[in-house]
Each structure stands twice: as C-alpha cells, then as structure tokens.
C-alpha cells in the first residue's frame, strides 16, 4: 500500500507495506448475513415517516431485492449529514454491485478521510475507482478534478494530491491530466531548456569544431563535417557529446546533446535525458522534469533505450536501483503522464494493481517480445470504452504464452492445456472484431504468429451452393489467412441448416487446423447460447477450443461515452449535459425492445452517422458563411432530427 504527496517545491514518494488489502470493504465490524442487515434497514427505515412509501415499496420483498433500498435510506442520511451511519449502508449496495452506491461510498469516505491515513485513501480510491471503471459519468468528473457539488476540496489538500496521484498511475487519464495541470510537468507543456546565452546556430557550430580541434581522437570526424554548411555540421554535435560523456565529462557533455536534441535528433533526446538523469539532485523537481522531458520526448519518438528505460532497464543493461529516491520522483512522473511501462515498474514496486496496470512479475527476466505485446495490448485498450472483463481475460492470454516460453527456454516443461484458439461470445457490436485485431497483434508480437493479418467471414464465405465445393471453398478462406487469424463471426449458423454444407465446412476446417496447427489461430465468434451449442455439438470442435471469452452488452453510460468519443474524434462537439439526458431513455427503451438482438456500439455508430446527416441537411440551409464552430456543433435539433427518421 502507498500513498504520494506532492508539493511546489519537493516530489516526495513514500509507501507502506501493511497486511490490509488495497480497497478492502468497509463493512460493519459485526458479520450479518444479507437477512439480518435488512431486518436491521427496515427497522431503522420504519422510525422515518418521510420514508413510508420506501418501506412500504421494499418491505415485503424478498431479502435478494429488499436490500436495494439500502441506497435511498443512505441517501436520505447523506442529506441529513449524518454520514457515518450512511456509509454503512451505502456498503451494502455497493458490495452488491450497486454502480449508483460505489461513487457516493467513495465520496462520502474520501471527505472523512485522515491525511496521514493511507488506508482510508486507499479506501476511498477503490470504490472511485470501481465507479469509474463502470462507466460512472460522476466518477470520472471527479477524477478530472469537477466535483459533482461544483466544489470540492482545494488543490493544496494532501488528501486530494494522494488521491489524485495513485488514480494517476494507476492510468486514469482524468487524473494525469489534473496531475500535468497541477504540477506543470507536463511533456506537452514543458519548456526546452536552452543555454542561457543565445547565440546563433553558426556560433554554436564554430563553439563546437573549435573544441574539437583539441582530440586527436575526434580528427576523423572533424574533418567529416568541417567543410559543411552549418545546417549540417551541427550533426557532429552528438558524437562529440558522447565522446564526452563516456568519459565522464557529463556536464560539458550536456551542451552539445542539447543541440543535437534540439535540432529534433531523437537518439540525442534520449541521450540527453540520460545525461540529465544522472545529474540530478535528489528531490530537485526542477531536474527532474527536464530529464523526464528529453526521456519522454524520445519514448514518443519511438526511441528503444527510452522505452526500456522506463521499463527499468538502464542502457548500459543493468536493473536500475529500486532505492533511488530520483529514479522514483522520475518513474513517478512517467506514471502519471501514462507511460506504461513505468506503471508496471511502479505496480511491481509498490505492490499494486489495477484494471490499468499490466503487473509483470517477471522484470528481472529480460523478455522484449512480452514487453512490445504489453504496450501494445495496452495502447490499443486506452482507446476502447469498458470491456474491462474482456481486457483482463486477454492479459491472462498474453502472460500465460509468455511464461511457456519462459519455461521451455529454461528446460522445463510447458503447458498446452490452454489453446490459443479463442471463442467469443456476445451479442452484437460488442467489440469482438476489434479484439480479433488486438489478438492478432498480441500474438505476433508474442511470436505465435508471423503477422497481424485478420480474415473476416462467415457462412457465406465458407459454405457453396453444390456438394463438394465447400471444401474447396473453406481451403481457399484457410489458406488466405495462414500465419495469421481466421475470425468466423456467427460460427454457430455453420451446424445444420437446409443442407449438410456447413458441416463439411466444420470438418474441413478441423483437418486444415491439424494440419497447419503452428500457423494459424481461429476465433470463433456469436451469440453466447448458440456458440455454446456449436462447440458442443463436434468432439473437435471441443477439443481444439476450450478458451471462452464473454462480451458483454455496453451499459447505457458506456454507449453515451462511445458517442462522445466518435464525435470528438471526428472533431465534432455537442453539449453532453442536454444530449445525455435527451438520449439516455431512447437508448434503455431500445435495449429493451431489441433484446439480445441490440447493435450496441453498432448502434451507436448508426446513430451518430444519421446525426450528421442531420447537421449537414441544416447547415446547408444557413444564408451565411459557416464558421468552423458551426461546422464542429451538433445540437440537440439534430439529435431529435435523426431520431425522426
């Protein structure tokens, strides 16, 4: 367990390893079943005559229902201020389940928590987080620093900064934006720092060969670039550094990395923060900040030594030392900005984990593939709305092949116990062939394939018209996606239908998957039931998919999030406020009237393109020259316009 406390002039970290978990449910000390704890609700319930019609709605439920109106009577005590005794009962929706309790639970036990109380934090972070992690609009306004009252604490409060910070590397990106804002460290917003004296590019240059005249050893490369145009002799600058710099001459090393880096050369921006990093003086947040933004500027860049850096990997290839109390400030920093690596370093670290933060315990062991398929895993997971579940189950995926070969590359033996086949079931618009596409590249990077190529189909693609040519048919889908993933969506309609076809389908693609087992790997995907029916139906089939992954339907936050998303990424605005009101009831009276047969995203996407044909049927209709507000904002007559059609 650990808390974070940061102010204007120190970056203090600290941590306590204590035996209380993280997050760990505040409950009433006494254990009561769910009967006994309603016995106890209503009772109290019974003493408030404002509450009748809640007693009278609840009380001769049965216990599995009867606890939800924990959440109102807590509420009812939330707004008499007496919020001790709501918490309690708060709790108990919460750890039921209950979205709407856990961001109020968080609330209320954040306002009580101790500054110097990392456990009631820890407390108030977990059902935040919970919240936030189930699509709770209030949770993630919190985390952004808007409190759902229109105030909240001041920005100075230790509390609000520990909180903020373990929500910040534990990759909530609200919170690392409040973070960056803050402290002012943040990479888009942190200033070169240049040479205090501003001379131009060819005084540096004259500076620069005038010194090196002085090294025998650099003759050769003086005389490279001597004779050129300053735009290019400048180029000598990073060499003549690192000469410098491995012999320990890190400070006049600085200068030349600078220029180099600052001319946009990314091995020097690497370089330089490398430089810097060493020079740091422990607690100086100034230093600091200006090594982090020449490491990060470089792990933007695509650099490898950065990457691995924050990975805890120094370059000349030993583990960094936990100790230092400036790699810590430093990988603190990274963390927050949502360098994954160094959320992985800090989880190890500190003992933490979250929905966030992918924990390697294997550090010690140097493995780049299962590094690349990590971050790459996790920078396509930042982009996608909920699916927590999903995300989880395809870690697990990751880490268990990358322990396999771990062990076989030790001697020992390896499991196949678990297939790299997968089954994915859900309804549609889920997400299961954007997750088909993330497998690819995981498994590519782990090694099992040799790319990232996808091949969608379905029945049509695999089953003809006339006896014989299936197979011929299903071959061909087969082979076209060899050494990459053969995703069937709607495998289920594959089993029995007019003719024997899709059978022949079934049986031709279990020889083809024997046959080519260590080339390719088939996801199977459709509804849950049917899915189910479908595996159990074939003895192969059973054999070679055992891995069942569940998508579940989006909830109604979610989808409104997925809107907002499409419209800022097509750059396109609208008052989230009035339209989430607006959609909220249309979006749950279609959930329900389409059952299972909901489009999910796919129906928010259809949404949000005839919203647009409704913005352009307005604005074309405007006498006036369209400004480029006016081109971005989507009003609330267009979101009732596409409705109508």
Not at 100 to 108: D, H, K, N, T
Not at 432 to 457: C, H, N, S
Not at 549 to 578: C, G, K, R, W
Request: hydrophobic residues 40%.
């Amino acid at each position: 367990m650990y808390a974070i406390a940061l102010n204007n002039e120190v970056l203090q970290v600290r941590f306590f390893r204590e035996n209380y978990p993280i997050g760990q449910i505040y409950m009433n000390s006494e254990e009561k079943s769910l009967h006994d704890s309603c016995e106890e609700l209503f009772e109290l319930i019974a003493m408030h005559d404002e509450l009748s019609e809640l007693h009278e709605k609840y009380v001769d439920e049965p216990d599995e229902v009867r606890w939800k109106a924990a959440f109102d009577y807590a509420q009812y005590l939330f707004n008499l201020d007496d919020w001790d005794a709501s918490i309690e009962w708060l709790s108990l929706a919460a750890t039921r389940g209950m979205v709407e309790a856990q961001f109020p639970l968080g609330e209320v036990l954040f306002y009580h928590a101790d500054s110097n109380n990392d456990q009631e934090i820890s407390e108030a972070f977990h059902w935040l987080n919970l919240a936030y992690n189930n699509g709770n609009e209030k949770a993630r306004k919190f985390f952004a620093g808007r409190f759902p009252d229109g105030y909240g604490p001041d920005e100075s409060s230790p509390i609000l900064l520990a909180l903020m910070t373990l929500a910040g590397v534990s990759g909530i990106r609200e919170s690392q934006s409040w973070l960056a804002g803050y402290h002012g460290y943040a990479s888009s917003r942190t200033e070169i720092l240049e040479n205090d004296d501003e001379i131009s590019l060819e005084e540096y240059c004259d500076q620069l060969f005038w010194q090196m005249e002085s090294f025998i050893e650099l003759q050769e490369l003086h005389e490279k670039y001597v004779d050129e145009p300053d735009e290019v002799r400048w180029k000598a600058a990073f060499d003549y550094a690192a000469y410098l710099f491995d012999r320990d001459h890190e400070d006049a090393s600085i200068e030349w990395f600078r220029l180099a880096a600052t001319r946009g050369m990314v091995e020097a921006q690497f370089a330089l923060g490398w430089a810097l990093f060493h020079l740091v003086v422990c607690n100086n947040v100034q230093e600091i900040s200006e090594a982090f933004h020449w490491l990060n500027l470089a792990y933007n860049n695509g650099n490898e030594k950065a990457r691995k850096f924050f990975a805890g990997r120094f370059p000349d290839g030993q583990d960094c030392d936990e100790n230092d109390p400036s790699l810590l400030a430093l990988m603190t920093l990274a963390g927050v900005n949502g360098i994954i690596e160094s959320q992985v370093w800090l989880a190890n670290y500190f003992g933490y984990k979250s929905d966030h933060v992918v924990a390697n315990n294997s550090r010690n062991i140097s493995s780049t593939s299962s590094d690349s398929a990590a971050h790459f895993i996790e920078s396509q997971f930042s982009k996608l709305i909920g699916l927590h579940e999903v995300k989880q189950e395809i870690r697990q995926q990751a880490s268990f092949i990358e322990v396999q070969k771990m062990r076989k590359t030790a001697g020992l033996m390896s499991s196949s116990s678990i297939s790299r086949h997968l089954v994915f079931l859900g309804n549609p618009g889920t997400g299961k062939t954007i997750f088909a596409r993330i497998v690819a590249g995981m498994y590519k990077r782990l090694g099992i394939i040799k790319t990232d190529k996808v091949v969608e189909v379905d029945r049509a693609g695999l089953v003809a018209g006339y006896l014989g040519q299936t197979a011929i048919k299903t071959k061909e889908v087969f082979e076209s996606a060899l050494d990459g993933v053969l995703f069937i969506d709607e495998a289920y309609s594959l089993v029995k239908q007019d003719t024997d076809f899709g059978q022949e389908a079934i049986d031709t693609l279990l020889k083809l998957m024997e046959d080519y087992r260590d080339r390719i790997v088939v996801i199977v995907a459709g509804y849950k039931g049917k899915m189910k029916s479908f595996i159990t139906s074939n003895p192969g089939l059973e054999s070679r998919f055992n891995r069942y992954i569940d998508f579940p339907d989006y909830s109604t936050d979610e989808l409104l999030q997925i809107l907002q998303v499409m419209a800022t990424e097509n750059h396109y605005s609208y008052s989230s406020t009035e339209v989430d009101v607006y959609l909220r009831s249309i979006i749950e009276k279609e959930i329900k009237k389409c059952g299972d047969t909901f489009g999910n995203a796919r129906y928010i996407r259809n949404l949000f393109e005839n919203i647009l044909q409704s913005q352009a049927s307005r604005l074309v209709k405007s006498p006036t020259a369209l400004t480029k507000d006016q081109l971005m904002e989507i009003t609330i007559e267009d979101f009732v316009t596409s409705l109508s059609r």
